[in-house]
């Protein structure tokens, strides 16, 4: 009896460990970014299990049926694009969101959102879609907006209760729908982002108002361009106040007419623009330019071309204060593809001479502070939520035009598998 009894123990232990030992994935031999620093780990052994990291080694007892060898290849967490507007149809937005992952980008921040996004985030955003992870606000506060107490109580209880994500400020009417606003979101618990609150009517918002409210996001370095009066205050009080900025640069530079027109239509991902759009697109511009004549739009792209430069020297200074950065093109403007824009903004960015890291941090580590979630650098028990280069982007942000194979919400997705989920929103 004793003898069975140590026969059953031995298998049971056996088993035990053998199911201790299995691991989803395993990637050996890959060169880790983790984000927490600017330094590499070189050949390293990452496992994962059930969407976390579970080791990070040079060896592991763990074994696995999806061992895969990544001699040579550079892991980092996934990119985030932190300023979207979703297409109106689910068809144009599901391209958007294929556009975005095939370029690493697994996480989509809505910056223009309706009611209804909710529906679109559960019908995509499931364990079984790969697709980014939505980020979601509702219909935002506009300037022309009229709210009673009631009202505006019972739009920031519903923001709450349906679960949106934040809610964006376009524009508000006065400092005291500000306060009302903001009384609210800190009864319930709801962040505030977007353009920062100064009216184009005139009426002016103070300091003290503004950062004293939950604003945590401020886009488009609203309140610091064009401020020299308030821009040294300003910079103390988004630092004191933990607030992130998203410059949305490559908005601006298309906007502002600092490249040619042949020379935007030949960007890194065009193809995936329908001709008849990309034809209207450059008409326009062309019959804007012309409108103008030679010397008069030299002479307004000089003009824009000065406060292009003051928007490198103000990203360069909340970088240097150690204002946390987002990344996003803002691809609602023409010129700008979806996903492809992340790397000209990064070259913006670097034009304001940031560092590889500091830029990369902006599009990965950031993010994921701003909402407080398990993901954004590469260590044991963080969500599994990376992409595979072949290059190294700390020497060259050029490598994140190679998107070897995006690891998330458990679908490892290789090289081959991307090139198809490109393929699929080619205009037909």
Known sequence: MQKLLIFFTFFAVKALFAQTTEADYIFKNVNILTMKDDKVLQKKTIVLKGGKIIEISDKTKYKSKNTIDTKGKYLLPSMADAHVH???????????????????????????????????????????????????????????????????????????????????????????????????????????????????????????????????????????????????????????????????????AIGYGQYGIDEMLNQRGMEYIP??????????????????????????????????QERFKVTKRLNDEGVKLLLSPDSSSKFIVSGFGMLEEMNLYKKANLSNFEILKSATTNFALLFNENYGTIETGKDADFILL??????????????????????????????EIGKSVLPK
């Open 86 to 252: 979703f297409p109106e149809s689910d068809e144009e937005l599901e391209k958007v969101m294929k556009l975005n992952l095939i370029n690493g980008v697994t996480k989509l921040r809505s910056m223009r959102g309706e009611w209804r996004d909710l529906e679109r985030r559960k019908k995509f955003n499931s364990e079984s879609n790969y697709y980014p992870q939505l980020y979601l606000s509702p219909p935002p506060i506009h300037r022309n907006h009229e709210f009673s107490v009631e009202e505006l109580e019972k739009y920031v209880k519903a923001t709450k209760d349906y679960g949106f994500d934040f809610i964006k400020i376009l524009s508000i009417k006065s400092p005291d729908l500000l306060k009302q606003l903001d009384s609210l979101c800190k009864k319930y618990d709801v962040k505030i982002g977007g353009h920062y609150p100064d009216n184009p009517k005139g009426v002016r918002f103070s300091d003290e108002v503004v950062f004293g409210t939950n604003y945590n996001s401020i886009e488009h370095l609203g309140g610091l361009v064009g401020e020299p009066e308030s821009y040294e205050n300003r910079i103390k009080n988004i630092k004191q106040n933990n607030i992130f900025i998203c410059p949305t640069m490559q908005w601006y």
């Open 275 to 308: 001709t008849e759009i990309k034809k209207d697109w450059a008409e326009k511009s062309k019959t804007y330019r012309e409108k103008l004549g030679k010397e008069g739009f030299e002479q307004e792209k000089n003009q824009y071309a000065v406060e292009i």
């Open 390 to 419: 072949s290059q190294n982007p700390l020497q060259d942000l050029k490598a994140l035009e190679n998107i070897e194979a995006v690891f998330y919400n458990k679908f490892y997705l290789n090289k081959m598998q991307l090139n």
